[in-house]
Nanobody, 114 residues
Framework: VQLQASGGGLVQAGGSLRLSCLVS????????LAWYRQAPGNAREWVAT???????EYTDSVKGRFTISRGNANKWLWLQMNDLKPEDTAVYYC?????????WGKGTQVTVSS
């Protein structure tokens, strides 16, 4: 499985961005897909997951502001980010995971100015 994230950029606080992740490979419907982020000097942190069952979870800091979705035969993963805050500034990574498999894409930079 290969993943490629895109859609990052510079936005003012309160603005919106939509991140996309192109997922390629086989048996994509069997993977849980997720977004993570890493701010400078910080460890990578989990943001949101959409499971193969369709169940969705978010970290508390983004609940009500971010929406994760997947579509087009699981070839795409999206993260709609609204009401962005400076603390959302980070490199965002998409992830595909199941049992013994854990795949990461290259990240996309999101910068939120105050």
């Amino acid at each position: 499985v290969q993943l490629q994230a895109s859609g990052g950029g510079l936005v003012q606080a309160g603005g919106s961005l939509r991140l996309s992740c192109l997922v390629s490979g086989s048996a994509l419907s069997t993977y849980n897909l997720a977004w993570y982020r890493q701010a400078p000097g910080n460890a990578r942190e989990w943001v949101a997951t959409i499971q193969r069952s369709g169940n969705i979870e978010y970290t508390d800091s983004v609940k009500g502001r971010f929406t994760i979705s997947r579509g087009n035969a699981n070839k795409w993963l999206w993260l709609q980010m609204n009401d962005l805050k400076p603390e959302d500034t980070a490199v965002y990574y998409c992830n595909a995971r199941k049992e013994y498999y854990d795949h990461w894409g290259k990240g996309t930079q999101v910068t939120v100015s105050s």
